[in-house]
């Protein structure tokens, strides 16, 4: 279980012919796709999979995390 709330972006590549995965915290200048999978449902595995590695890694390393970009709804305040 992913302990985090990241975002997991998911696109059809017709060049590619299948889902590529991004994961925008993770991303950089030289790497932004992380996998892929033939269907949707597949590229999220993949993606909640790589997920969890990068975080071990990064806590293994003593990295810090990147932090989460939460996106807020439109027209809610805190006390609703």
């Avoid at 992913?2 to 299948?18: F, G, H, T, V």
């Avoid at 200048?29 to 990068?54: K, M, R």
């Amino acid at each position: 279980m992913i302990p985090a709330k990241y975002r997991i972006n998911i696109i059809w590549s017709e060049e590619d012919n299948c889902y590529l995965v991004e994961l925008p915290e993770f991303a950089t200048s030289i790497q932004s796709y992380f996998t892929h999978g033939d269907t949707y449902e597949e590229a999220l595995t993949n993606a909640q999979e790589v997920l969890e590695l990068l975080i071990e890694s990064h806590r293994e390393e003593g990295r810090k995390l990147p932090e989460p970009q939460v996106l807020q709804a439109l027209g809610r305040s805190s006390d609703q």
